[in-house]
């Protein structure tokens, strides 16, 4: 029997370009919540994070009614507070109304005032609130994100309100009653953030919940390399022939080496043999190989120490490709710089960086082995370079060197391997098109390439995407790890060598805050600072003291950090 390829289906779209190889002969490139105001617990399936430097900042901007741009820069994280969640109610004779809060999955209620019912009783009860997504920690790849929860009251609630790192109230569309459903529509700062929703019942008793969220990805896996930031201190392990650890040398290291002038950065990224950083203030580092100008330094040696990108405006994520790169800046446009080769930088002119023409509002960037991707904050995908295996998700296998936007609902975040696409819909959803030849796309084929976005069946509320080479990742909304696609050297950690043509949970590992897909291994950040690592470790990329082709490991191994 024949296996059909489901229709396709114009949900999300973005496509990848087939990846280079690595320059090592065995390397990987070488191969193929919280607690309610009225003292219910909410389900909360993470602990506190306690992996970055970045403090929620103070927004001075009133954000639309269901959307609000942050712009202000965190710089370090949140210390919870010691003092336990209180509940202080008043009646019709008391003033006080102020309560203890903590930071993360916390509650806060103020009883301002009270009102009698016709039996006498008076309602000194705040409304609780329970944010379903997302779990507090989170390490995200987009600026947009939609928060769901729902508040509830005996009496009825009759307000719910967003606030975005301590800014002005946003006022949510909700229908009042005992039980009122909410969506929050935020744009991320760069760092933490601090998403606190407010709700209000008929006698203006009030009762609060806090979620910390962090924009940028603290761990990043490239060719045969990965990076890791924990508790302000970025540490590297793997291959550094280029100086592609910014370990100041061009030693490889088997166990994990603190890297150098890293210790400001918030956010990572990382493909075959150079690396990215995002600042707490916003400049991109650079460092590794420059073959082909993707550190943004012009022609030059390789670098074993990162070194800022110049002329690059206000940063606030960054994605590197096979050979070059894209920043994501604060007013909401893309810088490109590196390889050309088929139109990955998508705009005219040399590799220095530039900015791309027409793309505004964007949200969030990926870069594949010889493409480029962009969300909108419509939701729209944009995709240019390679399209040769169908990863720019317009039906042809063309090269397009201009951004071109793909028929779609909706989307918020976007991941790109070697040559497929994965599209994220806002409320975790996924959409995959692009390359199929070892079940990357997820829809259960394992067939032809998907010329067109192919529905991924559902399988969890996903929160954030990753992809490289030929495998697949997810973050699902209760802090599982899920894989799919190539895994000839156990990198999607399922226990085995077998590609998975379908989403498979990763079993054996903690909540997962962080995740980062390399060529041929992958690297997650645990809700406690842990760094673990399955798959390929020919030159070290595991971090776990050895290296060479009979050394990977089939199961998440964590990393033993100095």
Not at 118 to 125: F, I, R, S
Not at 265 to 274: E, G, I, K
Not at 392 to 417: E, Q, R, W, Y
Not at 448 to 454: F, K, S
Request: hydrophobic residues 40%.
């Amino acid at each position: 029997m024949t296996l059909r390829r489901p229709h396709p289906v114009l949900l999300v779209a973005a496509l990848s370009l087939p990846a280079c190889g690595d320059d090592g002969q065995t390397s990987a490139s070488d191969g193929s919540s919280g607690t309610s105001s009225t003292g219910t617990t909410e389900p909360d399936p993470t602990a506190a994070p306690t992996t970055s430097t970045a403090d929620p900042g103070t927004s001075t901007t009133t954000a639309p009614t269901t959307t609000t741009t942050e712009p202000e820069t965190s710089t370090t994280q949140p210390v919870t507070s010691t003092t336990d969640d209180t509940t202080t109610d008043t009646g019709d004779t008391t003033t006080t109304g102020d309560t203890s809060t903590t930071t993360g999955d916390s509650t806060t209620t103020t009883g301002d005032t009270s009102s009698t019912s016709t039996t006498g009783a008076v309602d000194d009860t705040p409304p609780g609130v329970v944010i379903l997504r997302p779990f507090d920690g989170v390490h995200l790849a987009s600026r947009r994100l939609l928060v769901t929860g729902e508040a509830s009251d005996d009496i009825g609630v009759v307000a719910a309100d967003l606030v975005l790192n301590g800014g002005a109230p946003v006022s949510l569309p909700i229908v009042p009653g005992p039980d009122a459903s909410f969506t929050a529509d935020l744009r991320l700062a760069r760092g933490w953030n601090t998403v606190e929703i407010v709700a209000r019942d008929a006698a203006d008793n009030i009762g609060s919940s806090t979620r910390l969220v962090h924009l940028g990805v603290p761990v990043a896996a490239g060719g045969a390399h990965s990076l890791a930031l924990v508790d302000g201190v970025a540490w590297g392990f793997g291959r550094n022939n280029e100086g592609q650890l910014a370990a100041g040398d061009l030693v490889d290291h088997h166990d994990a080496v603190e890297l150098v002038d890293l210790g400001d950065a918030v956010s990572l990224s990382a493909n075959l043999n150079h690396s990215l950083a995002v600042t707490a203030d916003g400049a991109v580092k650079a460092w590794g190989r420059n073959d082909e100008e993707q550190l943004g330094q012009g022609p030059g040696p390789d670098l074993s120490t990162p070194a800022i990108v110049p002329g690059v405006p206000e940063v606030v994520l960054v994605a590197a490709g096979q050979r070059h790169s894209l920043a994501l800046t604060d007013d909401g446009h893309v810088w490109s710089f590196g390889a050309d080769s088929n139109g990955q930088l998508g705009r005219d002119g040399d590799a220095a960086p530039a900015v791309i023409p027409d793309l505004e509002d964007i949200v969030a960037i990926a870069a594949g082995g010889s493409y480029s991707l962009a969300v909108d904050g419509a939701g729209a995908v944009w995709a240019w370079g390679n399209g040769s295996d169908g990863q720019l998700g317009d039906g042809m296998t063309v090269d397009s060197p201009v951004p071109k936007v793909i028929s779609m609902v909706d989307a918020a975040a976007v991941a790109a391997g070697k040559a497929h696409t994965l599209a994220l819909a806002p409320l975790g959803s996924l959409a995959a098109c692009g390359l199929d030849a070892s079940g990357q796309l997820g829809d259960g084929m394992n067939a032809d390439n998907a010329l067109l976005p192919v529905t991924v069946a559902e399988f969890a509320d996903v929160l954030t995407v990753a992809a490289s080479g030929n495998l697949s990742l997810a973050l699902a909304g209760d802090a599982a790890l899920w894989a799919w696609g190539q895994n000839f050297n156990g990198q999607l950690g399922l226990g085995d060598a077998l590609d998975r043509s379908e989403p498979t949970i990763v079993p054996g590992l903690p909540p997962v805050h962080a995740i980062a897909a390399g060529l041929a291994h992958t690297v997650v950040l645990d809700a406690d600072g842990g760094v673990w690592a399955s798959g390929l470790n020919s030159f070290g990329q595991l971090g776990k003291g050895d290296a060479g082709n009979g050394t990977h490991s089939d199961v998440p191994l964590l990393v033993a950090l100095p």
